[in-house]
Nanobody
């Protein structure tokens, strides 16, 4: 499966962006997926995940600001990001096909190429 992220860009603090992850075929109905981000000099971290049956979990740092959703008809999973801060600056990646254990998503080897999000004034 091929994943392609889009929607990144530059935004001022307090702004919003909507990221999309499009899959080459229908995978989100039967697989869990996660949105990750990696800031310069930092490890890649899980931002949000959604299971095949729609269970959602967010990292504490984005809870209440980010919303993950999927559209199985379009083979997409979106990440709506509101009230962005400079700490949200990172390359954002989607991942599909990982496992969920005790509510925690663990990534597979299937990644998109990433989309850059820059939050600055």
């Amino acid at each position: 499966v091929r994943l392609v992220e889009s929607g990144g860009g530059w935004v001022q603090p307090g702004g919003s962006l909507r990221l999309s992850c499009v899959a080459s075929h229908n995978v989100f109905s039967i697989n869990h997926m996660g949105w990750y981000r990696q800031a310069p000099g930092k490890q890649r971290e899980l931002v949000a995940s959604i299971s095949n049956f729609g269970a959602i979990k967010y990292a504490g740092s984005v809870e209440g600001r980010f919303t993950i959703s999927k559209d199985m008809a379009k083979n997409t999973v979106d990440l709506q990001m509101n009230n962005l801060t400079p700490e949200d600056t990172a390359v954002y990646y989607c991942n599909v096909g990982g496992g969920i254990l005790s509510g925690q998503y663990y990534s597979s080897d299937t990644w998109g190429q990433g989309t850059q999000v820059t939050v600055s004034s």
